[in-house]
């Protein structure tokens, strides 16, 4: 699994039941394959890594992204979903995990989307935790881009993220409307910047 860098990282909540929480939350949205057989937070709906692996509670707990406190209570407003979804829908949870967790990963996408789809007042709260997710499957956004590759950040492989050249940078030789959209002002630098 990819990690931040300690210097980066705010600490992801201590508390077992938010962290399966916030891991089945992100697993439904970008599914992956379970860690291991009794794995109860990732439903295993699809191969190889998905969110989770691609560090979706470190990239929540990430300071820039801001959310690190709220984590608990975002949690908890899902169990709370999950509690009312499963009474409406005669859903017996299993006690041992929390609710929404307890959910099969149909029933969980099911609830997303009502959620996310709806007009709560939690609803924008959701949208911003869900784009977080996506920002660490498709970004590694809590990683330098160079290390995450060189780690094999597994969003950044599934979307082909080219490389960098020896150097560490990226230069793309071909450009991408096959034309020059603008010349470089004579005064820039060969650093790029500005005079």
Known sequence: MVRAPAAFAQTPPGDPLTVATLEAFADTLIPGEKRSPDDRAIAGAAPGAGAVQAGALEMMSFPAAGTGPA????????DVHATAFAAQNAIVLDPTVPPFVSLDFAQRTTL???????????????????????????????????????AGHPGLVAIGFPLPQADGKWRFPEFSYRQVLAQTHPLTTRRGNPR
């Not at 984590?71 to 899902?78: I, V």
């Not at 997710?133 to 809590?142: K, N």
């Open 112 to 150: 997303l989307v009502q959620i996310l789809d709806g007009t709560g007042p939690d609803q924008l709260a959701y949208f911003a935790l869900a784009g977080i997710v996506f920002i660490a499957y498709h970004t590694a956004g809590f990683l330098h881009t160079t290390d995450a590759l060189a």
């Open 71 to 78: 984590l608990p209570g975002l949690a908890a407003g899902l």
